[in-house]
Structures are given as C-alpha cells and as structure tokens.
C-alpha cells in the first residue's frame, strides 16, 4: 500500500477539523446570527407564510465536491431555512405546546456535540450516566416514587410511551397468541402517539375500550370499572390503563387517584402520559391537580415542554426499574468490554436506544444554572396568564369557552349571534390569523365543531403577549365581521 495516496487522503480529510483561526471565524459568525435571532424575537411573527416553491429550491441546493463559503451557508440558514412557517421560539406561539428552547440548554447542546460523550453505557461514560441517572431521580421525586425507581431521557413522547407500552406488555408476560384478547383502557383524549406506540409494538391488534368522559373530558371512572369487570367475564385479559395528566387537545387531566386505586385492585398496569402536565408537579396548584400520578407504574413527562428546553427531550420513569430492565436485556459480544458493575442501569440497559446522545447536559445546566425556583415562577406565571386570557375570553358576548382550564390549555370559538356556518367563519378567522402571522394558535375538533386551542407554555409568553393576541383577535374579528 503506497504511503503517498495515504498522506493526500490525509491532507484532504484533515479539512474536517478546522483550526483555532477557521473555528473562531465560524463561531463568530455562528454567534452573531444566534445574537440577531434572539434579539429579534419580539419583532419575529409567531408563524411566517411561505411560497412552497420557493422552500423546494432547496431540494436542489447541490452538494458539491468543493467546500461552501462559510456567509452563504449562513445566509440560506438565516434567509432560508429558519424563517418560513411556526416559529416555536417565540412568546406568541399559543398552538401547539411548544418546545422553549431556552438559550443556557442551547449552550449545553454545543458542549454535549463538541466533547461528544457515548451516554448508551456507564463503562463508556460513567460521568454522563451518572447525571442522567440523577436527572431521572430528580424526575422521579417529583412524581413520588422510591428509590426503586428508575428511567431515561428520550428524544420525546413519543419514544417514552412506546418504551412504557413494551414495558407494561412483558412485565405482563404476553404472547402474541394473547394480543388480540389484551385490552388496554384509554380515552378519546389520549394522545395519538400512544394509538402509534401500540402498533409498533405489535399491540396493534389489542383491543382498545375508549371509556366514556365527563364533560371536562376526564375518564369516568365508574364506566372504567364496569368495563373492566365486563371483560374479564367475557374472558379477555385487562392489561394496561393509560391516563392522561394534560390532554392535548384540552389539558384535561385525569382523575389520577381514583383510576389508581383501579388498577391496583384490578392487578393492571397505570401508565400516565403527562408529557405535557408532568412538571406542573414544580407548582402547588399543578402538585394538588397531579394528586395520585405517584400511584402510575410508568409515566411520561416532556422536559421539552414544561423545562421550555429544546425539541428532543422527553422522559420515561418507570416505578420500578427492574421490570424495565428486564424487557429491554440484551446481550452482545462486542459489549463484554462494556461490564462493570456500576450500581446503576445504563441508558442501553433500559430503553430501545444503543446509539445515545448526551441529552443530559441541556437539562441539567439550565436548573443548575437558572435554579429550581425560576421554572417553579415560569411554570405559575403560565397558570395564572392562562387563566386571565380565560376569563376575558368568557366575558366577550361573540366567545364561546370550552371548560375552565386545568393547567394553561383550553378551547374556544367566535359564536356570534347570527345565522352563520360557525365552523367556517372560525376557519376563516383563523387563516386571516394565521395570514396576519403576529401570534399563532391551533385548531381542533371537539365533539366534532371546530375549535381553537390556547396553550400557554412558551418560556417567552408574557401579559404583552396575552395582550397582543386579544389585540389581533379583535382586529382579525372586525375585518371579517
């Protein structure tokens, strides 16, 4: 083998890894878009219209053999890239619940890249493990459990309520000969992501008994019950009861308790999906609405929404981690150097993952550096912002409200007093909103009308921001009236 083909390849690939002057030349630029895009936020729409055509351009953006000048990648991020359609970074995002990404968790991200730790195994990276571990511990307070307790950071809900269904299906010791006969208990509410997380896991084929809810959309519990005792007469194999601590479409939670006490007189696993309630836990009023999530087997908490970090964080605390363990062993060859006794589950050990990046820096620097206290205030100045715009909503005579809201989610449509098709005029309400750009709220279907949903949960939500929505409710009103 010739050395000289060797030492050009080597010059070539050695372009990979810039210098001290090419690194900071990037980090300034990099920096100085970050800065603009930061202090621009109150100027930014809530969500940018776009020309389809022109954001497909990129799908011919060539990648060529030769490097990119460092202004013109720049340029297509600035110009291209990050501007068109929702804008979750700013404060006027009321749709969906958004990812905060706060500034001290984007910070964490960078180092957790640049020192590029493998977090799958303690042996690999005992320090990471660790703090993930303690950022799980730290979760599991929250909820009440023990120290038996145990879980992982995963890239979101989705993820975190696939790994509790697996879970709770083996800890149940079904066959596929039993999945057709398995009923797991749910409501019209519970996300749809726990309707996906059963068919990948082969559950698809489960039955599934929607129970009956009051009209603030909470499971009713009786019917829960009755539905339960009229399966195992019919001699189906009651399994898993999902519980929803802050729905999506309403952020109803629950009542967390009483099915508790359901399912352990029935013998059957509660998982709760409080990805999006979970860490009003941090707040009085959200710990006495929570009352009972500490009874769940599994539950589900979205630091990307109530942390306000970045997209990609969610979480899965199990009870008991043993029983996670135990439907997530593996054995491989290549991973005997891997052994050590560590006191602790690896992230490998406990979830689907193998391939693990470093999630925990972004959440542990932002409460290490910001403390415990300043989301404790975040999360009770969402409440109460929340429960404002209620109530002034309530006492406009063209508004009809849904049901006073739990935590910082509610519904509502313009109703005026006149022979009108609602729901189209609240389709055209909301795309002159959505035209407009100023703020941005999403819309569902309740009991089949078409609905806006208000969500408070961006970091940067404050009164100005109440204020401007009502300000630009009302003018988008007056236009179309």
């Known amino acids: 083998m010739p050395k000289s083909r060797i030492r050009i390849l080597q010059k070539q690939s050695r372009s990979l890894e810039p210098n001290k002057e090419q690194r900071a030349e990037l980090m300034e630029r990099s920096l100085n878009y970050g800065e603009k895009f930061m202090d621009s936020l109150s100027d930014q729409k809530a969500y940018q219209t776009f020309d389809h055509d022109h954001v497909h351009q990129l799908l011919e953006d060539p990648l060529r053999e030769e490097p990119s000048e460092l202004n013109t990648v720049i340029e297509a991020i600035q110009q291209d890239i990050v501007p068109p359609g929702l804008n979750p970074a700013s404060g006027a995002h009321f749709g969906y619940i958004p990812g905060g990404g706060i500034f001290s968790s984007a910070v964490g991200d960078y180092l957790s890249a640049l020192t590029n730790r493998y977090v799958g195994v303690y042996f690999s990276s005992p320090g990471a493990v660790v703090l993930e571990t303690r950022l799980v511990n730290w979760m599991a307070g929250l909820i009440g459990f023990d120290k038996k307790a145990g879980g992982f950071l995963s890239s979101g809900g989705s993820i975190a309520n696939l790994t509790a269904v697996v879970t709770a299906r083996e800890h149940a010791g079904l066959h596929s000969s039993d999945y057709s006969k398995a009923v797991v208990y749910l409501t019209k509410q519970t996300h749809h992501c726990v309707d996906k997380a059963l068919n990948i896991s082969g559950m698809g084929d489960c039955v599934k008994r ?14 829960l019950k ?9 001699k189906l194999i009651p399994w898993m009861i999902i519980a929803s601590a802050g729905t ?7 009542r ?6 359901s399912a352990k007189e029935q013998h059957l696993w509660y998982h709760i999906d409080a990805a999006y309630g979970g860490f009003f836990l941090l707040t009085k009023e959200g710990k006495q609405k929570l009352k009972g999530i500490d009874r769940a087997d599994s539950v589900v908490l979205d630091p990307h929404k109530g942390l306000f970090l970045p997209y990609g964080t ?5 009870k008991n981690a043993e029983i996670l363990a135990n439907a997530h062993h593996y054995e491989a060859n290549y991973m005997q150097d891997t052994k050590v006794e560590a006191g602790m589950y690896s992230p490998a050990e406990i979830s689907p993952e193998l391939s693990k990046h470093f999630r925990g820096l972004r959440m542990w620097m932002p409460l290490k550096l910001h403390g415990v206290q300043a989301f404790r205030s975040a999360l009770e100045e969402k409440l109460l912002l929340t429960q404002y715009a209620w109530e002034r909503l309530s006492e406009m005579e063209d508004i009809e409200v849904g049901p006073e809201p739990e935590l910082t989610v509610f519904t509502f449509r313009w109703a005026p ?6 729901d189209k005029l609240n389709q055209k309400l909301h795309q002159a909103m959505i035209e407009d750009g100023r703020v941005f709220l999403s819309t569902t279907r309740i009991e ?29 009103i007056d236009q179309i009236g």
């Open 248 to 254: 999506t479409d309403t952020g109803a939670i629950d």
């Open 448 to 476: 089949g009308e078409f609905r806006f949903r208000f969500a408070v949960l961006s970091v940067r939500s404050h009164l100005e921001e109440i204020e401007l929505f009502f300000s630009v409710l009302k003018e988008k």
């Open 417 to 422: 007093k006149i022979n009108a098709d609602l």
């Open 210 to 223: 929607y129970i009956p809810m009051d009209d603030h959309f909470k499971m009713d519990v009786h019917e």
């Open 226 to 234: 009755k539905s339960i005792q009229k399966d195992r007469e019919e």
């Open 256 to 261: 967390l308790d009483e099915i508790g006490e």
């Open 314 to 318: 969610g979480a899965l605390v199990v």
